[in-house]
């Protein structure tokens, strides 16, 4: 697979789990932290708002392999 399909399929695969990750985390945190006070809310959304970060980077390592010869 060349870098411009990989670029392409990792980009439509950023966007949608990007998509369905913020829509479970905002379930989550509707269901079992709103109302909870701020000691439960801010940790939460801490982890929440960085809980992404290493699998988008892991879609961005992908993309950005070498092709091979």
Do not use: C, H, Q
């Not at 950023?14 to 905002?26: C, E, G, K």
């Not at 269901?31 to 970060?53: D, H, K, Q, S, T």
Request: proline content about 4%.
């Amino acid at each position: 697979m060349n870098i411009r399909t990989r670029k392409a399929i990792g980009t439509i695969a950023t966007v949608l789990f990007i998509v369905v990750y913020s829509l479970a985390m905002m379930t989550v945190g509707g269901m079992l932290v709103v109302g909870r006070g701020m000691a439960f809310e801010l940790p939460f959304y801490i982890v929440a708002g960085l809980g992404w970060l290493p699998v988008v980077m892991a879609i961005i390592r992908w993309m950005s392999r070498p092709d091979t010869a």
